[in-house]
């Protein structure tokens, strides 16, 4: 029986180059992740979204060792691993072809991958991101910011990945319609059985969907703690306490502004 986690990062290194010298992004990052909800947290620059990349087949030039069930993964994107690990942009709008309707950004991957009925399948996935399946025929400019991201999030699931990598899913989005995205992925989860590694600023979105939050800093892991102890108590590392305190004021002034609206 394979007890091995569903992903294992374990020692994750990468490097940039700039301006004629090597910049550690990542410096020996190490978790494992479950059936869970994992968001990784930092302020800009940490390394958190280069984790999700590295994952995602995006970077291929890290050191480590990244599984999925035991099985490690290459440095180059293969078919195997887009049907296990699907990601969700921040921005809805520049994830998505202008030119392209719904209905072609849903129907590629199936046909990369050789997958059949095509429209019965692109009918599902939008009726489960809370779509009308009319919306198939429509270009990204038509839609609202929420609309593209469900689609975005129906682009990721069509090929019935296990995992999700959300990055600040919710970011780009109008105070009023977060709620509804976070709900969406939240109830799809529930539904489809997926595990999901979040980066986020927010910790009030960690608070609505994760279970573990890990704390990014300068490249590496500060703190790893569960969800409960950043909401109902006063983290022990010094960093983590700043970005509570920083959400803190982040979240009220989102609530005074959706009041004032």
């Given at each position: 029986?394979?007890?091995?986690?569903?992903?294992?990062?374990?020692?994750?290194?990468?490097?940039?180059?700039?301006?004629?010298?090597?910049?550690d992004?990542?410096?020996?990052?190490?978790?494992?992740?479950?059936?869970?909800?994992?968001?990784?947290?930092g302020?800009?620059?940490?390394?958190?979204?280069?984790?999700?990349?590295?994952?995602?087949?995006?970077?291929?030039?890290?050191?480590?060792?990244?599984?999925i069930?035991?099985?490690?993964?290459?440095?180059?994107?293969?078919?195997?691993?887009?049907?296990k690990?699907?990601?969700?942009?921040?921005?809805?709008?520049g994830?998505?072809?202008?030119?392209?309707?719904?209905?072609?950004?849903?129907?590629?991957?199936?046909?990369?991958?050789?997958?059949?009925?095509?429209?019965?399948?692109?009918d599902?996935?939008?009726?489960?991101v809370?779509?009308?399946?009319?919306?198939?025929?429509?270009?990204?400019?038509?839609?609202s910011?929420?609309?593209?991201?469900?689609?975005?999030?129906?682009?990721?699931?069509?090929?019935?990945?296990?995992?999700?990598?959300?990055?600040?899913?919710?970011?780009?989005?109008?105070?009023?319609?977060?709620?509804?995205?976070?709900?969406?992925?939240?109830?799809?989860?529930?539904?489809?059985?997926?595990?999901?590694?979040l980066?986020?600023?927010?910790?009030?979105?960690?608070?609505?969907?994760?279970?573990?939050?890990?704390?990014?800093?300068?490249?590496?892991?500060?703190?790893?703690?569960?969800?409960?102890?950043?909401?109902?108590?006063?983290?022990?590392?010094?960093?983590?306490?700043?970005?509570?305190?920083?959400?803190?004021?982040?979240?009220?002034?989102?609530?005074?502004?959706?009041?004032?609206?």
């Amino acid at each position: 029986m394979n007890t091995a986690p569903l992903l294992e990062v374990q020692d994750l290194h990468v490097r940039f180059q700039s301006g004629g010298s090597l910049v550690d992004a990542v410096r020996g990052v190490s978790f494992d992740l479950g059936r869970e909800k994992l968001a990784i947290v930092g302020e800009s620059g940490s390394g958190k979204t280069t984790v999700l990349r590295c994952l995602a087949g995006q970077y291929n030039h890290w050191h480590g060792r990244l599984a999925i069930n035991g099985e490690k993964l290459g440095r180059k994107l293969d078919k195997a691993r887009c049907r296990k690990v699907q990601m969700v942009f921040q921005d809805p709008y520049g994830s998505l072809h202008s030119r392209h309707t719904v209905e072609t950004a849903l129907a590629e991957p199936l046909r990369i991958h050789g997958i059949g009925n095509i429209s019965q399948r692109i009918d599902s996935i939008l009726t489960k991101v809370g779509l009308p399946t009319s919306f198939r025929y429509r270009y990204p400019h038509q839609l609202s910011g929420g609309q593209r991201q469900r689609v975005a999030i129906a682009r990721a699931l069509i090929l019935e990945p296990r995992i999700l990598l959300l990055d600040e899913p919710t970011s780009a989005l109008d105070v009023s319609v977060q709620a509804e995205i976070l709900n969406l992925l939240a109830d799809l989860r529930q539904k489809e059985g997926l595990t999901y590694l979040l980066v986020t600023h927010d910790l009030g979105v960690v608070a609505h969907l994760c279970d573990r939050v890990a704390v990014m800093q300068q490249g590496r892991i500060v703190d790893l703690l569960d969800c409960s102890s950043i909401v109902g108590a006063v983290p022990e590392h010094p960093y983590t306490r700043m970005l509570v305190e920083a959400s803190r004021h982040y979240s009220r002034e989102m609530v005074d502004a959706a009041q004032a609206a």
